[in-house]
């Protein structure tokens, strides 16, 4: 895929593999890197940054490994970022050599503050250094992006015209960082703008920025500089990066998107023109997210923009009401269009009847006027006392208030496990069945919590399929109690269970059999 300066869409850089991998603790090894990598190109990102060669050894297997997997003809551009030093440079080259479309993005500092006390040059020196390193860097690739670093805080004319000797030395893109991520939208506004008006050759490279979220203003400000012509952001997935993150690709593409009809005239598009500013799957954005994750440890914070487990969550009444008479009463956007399979209604204290009924309706309980108003009296004073209402402490409200006889279903009397290093994992449970049969079974797995899922499936007998297994630690301390959450599908329908306990093996054969007697219950 090659991009022309012509394209009138924004082309998405991913530097999650490179800035996203700065983030402190966020560490990738070269088959992580790789797992990343696969799923960019599936979410569609035109560019990967795959890292920096020069770093260290795993750094520069890893880029050499995605561009030789990930780099092929249709698939996205491979870079790897390089100080403006030879060695480097070359080293970019190298890692990058199997990859259909490679790219050298090389960078110097620019501003009196970097040059004074980090690099020790003067002006003179760094552009001459610039000019000779995109020179050398173009011998090696045709695609050669530079950025000239702290772009936000160097002193205008001499950034105007660091920028047009590295274009006239090769350069066919100009990326603009705000490293420190001290600029507001209006700042970024204008800085483009004056690199447009006073650059004379800046038209034949594509414009680029680099947003850091310092002050909280990293998507604001690319946002910003695509109302001015700029036509690469740089960003990454969940906004993680060095310090506080860098802008998220998926607040970037979701606000380009569903605000499509805004940005349209900044674009050579008629206003209500319905093409895509930008050519990433939407659907994968939440897989990514949670790739992404789950591999660099960085976990995304509840009300996270996009992809945080609130961003489409419900809680008070009135949004509740609003919600299920019609979506977009409260929503902007369909939670689909991320690849999130449905929308949490969340019962709490700020819950009304329409919600606590849909939910009941859910759980499969059908209530006579007088029960569901006890019930939902009883369940607004638990609500006072408790952060989340879960299904459980639903069902127990109903068990408690009305007259309404729960299936027990299956009964778990005893788990008993065995695991450590020097043995195979297995585990022993006890079931009372929902006729009264008493029934004991063992099995193995590949570690404890795989040994009591087999077993419990061996006993009960339903076909299911385990999509999500959680452990969160509710109190502190050793002897805290662990929460496990898990999802099992059956057909087109999801279940969940939940169970506490100071053992996380117990929690998760009661967590598993809540879950499973849901599905019991539905299907019988
Ligand atoms: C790149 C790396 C291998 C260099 O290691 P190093 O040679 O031991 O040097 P240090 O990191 O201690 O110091 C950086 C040196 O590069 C210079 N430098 C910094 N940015 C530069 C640039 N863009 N172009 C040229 N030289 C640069 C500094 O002035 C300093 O030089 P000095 O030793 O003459 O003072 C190492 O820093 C590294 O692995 N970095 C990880 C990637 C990274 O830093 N990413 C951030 C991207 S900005
Ligand atoms: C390479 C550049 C765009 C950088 O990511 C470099 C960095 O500070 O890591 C930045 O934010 O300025
Ligand atoms: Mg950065």
Same mark, same amino acid.
């Given at each position: 895929?090659?991009?022309?300066? =012509? ?12 800035? *996203? ?35 260290? &050894? ?38 990058? =050599? ?34 000779? !390193? ?14 000239? !670093? ?37 700042? !970024? ?8 008006? %006073? ?13 850091? %979220? ?14 001015? *012509? ?71 914070? &509840? ?69 569901? %108003? ?14 989340? !209402? ?25 788990? =008993? ?7 195979? &994992? ?71 269970? =939940? ?26």
């Amino acid at each position: 895929m090659s991009i022309s300066t =012509q394209q009138d869409r924004v082309i998405i850089f991913d530097t999650t593999l490179r800035d *996203g991998e700065q983030s402190p603790g966020a560490t990738l090894n070269v088959e992580e890197k790789l797992r990343i990598a696969h799923q960019l190109a599936v979410l569609g990102v035109d560019v990967i940054e795959a890292g920096f060669a020069a770093a260290s &050894p795993g750094d520069f297997e890893a880029i050499r490994t995605i561009a030789q997997q990930v780099g092929g003809s249709d698939g996205p551009i491979i870079c790897s970022l390089a100080r403006a030093v030879r060695a480097d440079i070359q080293a970019a080259a190298e890692a990058l =050599q199997p990859a259909a479309h490679k790219r050298i993005h090389t960078m110097i500092s620019t501003s009196d503050i970097h040059l004074k006390y980090q690099l020790k040059k003067s002006r003179e020196e760094v552009l001459a250094i610039a000019q000779e !390193m995109v020179a050398y860097a173009k011998t090696l690739v045709e695609d050669v992006e530079f950025s000239p !670093m702290d772009a936000s805080r160097t002193a205008r004319e001499f950034l105007y015209q660091v920028i047009e000797v590295a274009i006239a030395n090769g350069a066919t893109t100009i990326n603009i960082p705000d490293t420190v991520g001290y600029f507001t939208p209006k700042d !970024m506004g204008a800085l483009i703008q004056g690199i447009r008006e %006073n650059v004379p050759n800046i038209d034949q490279v594509i414009l680029s920025v680099h947003t850091q %979220n310092d002050l909280g203003l990293a998507t604001a400000n690319a946002l910003a500089a695509i109302e001015q *012509g700029v036509r690469q952001v740089e960003c990454t997935i969940n906004g993680i990066g060095e310090r506080a993150g860098n802008a998220a690709l998926e607040e970037i593409v979701m606000a380009l998107q569903v605000r499509k009809p805004y940005f349209n005239p900044y674009f050579c598009h008629p206003v209500d023109a319905d093409v895509s500013l930008v050519k990433i799957k939407t659907q994968e954005i939440y897989k990514t997210s949670c790739l992404v994750s789950q591999l660099t440890g960085m976990l995304v914070q &509840p009300n996270k923009a996009i992809v945080g487990a609130n961003a489409f969550a419900h809680e008070s009444g009135i949004h509740q009401d609003g919600i299920l008479k019609h979506r977009q009463t409260y929503e902007i956007m369909d939670a689909a269009t991320i690849g999130l399979p449905e929308n949490r209604i969340v019962l709490g204290k700020h819950s009304g009847r329409h919600a606590f009924r849909t939910k009941l309706q859910e759980l499969g309980f059908e209530l006579n006027e007088t029960d569901f %108003n006890k019930a939902f009296t009883r369940f607004k004073e638990v609500a006072d006392k408790k952060k989340e !209402m879960s299904d459980w402490d639903i069902e127990a409200i109903i068990r408690d208030e009305t007259q309404i006889q729960i299936e027990k279903g299956f009964q778990l009397e005893h788990v =008993q496990v065995t695991c450590g290093d020097c043995t195979i &994992p297995s585990a022993t449970v006890t079931i009372v069945t929902p006729y009264g049969e008493i029934l004991t079974d063992a099995a193995v797995g590949t570690g404890p919590v795989d040994a009591v899922y087999k077993v419990i499936n061996r006993v009960v007998q339903i076909p299911n399929q385990l999509i999500e297994f959680s452990v969160q630690s509710v109190t502190a301390g050793i002897d805290a109690l662990g929460k496990v959450t898990i999802r099992l599908r059956h057909q087109e329908s999801i279940f969940s269970g =939940q169970a506490s306990d100071t053992d996380i093996v117990v929690a998760a054969a009661y967590a598993y059999m809540n879950a499973l007697n849901r599905l019991y219950r539905y299907i019988n």
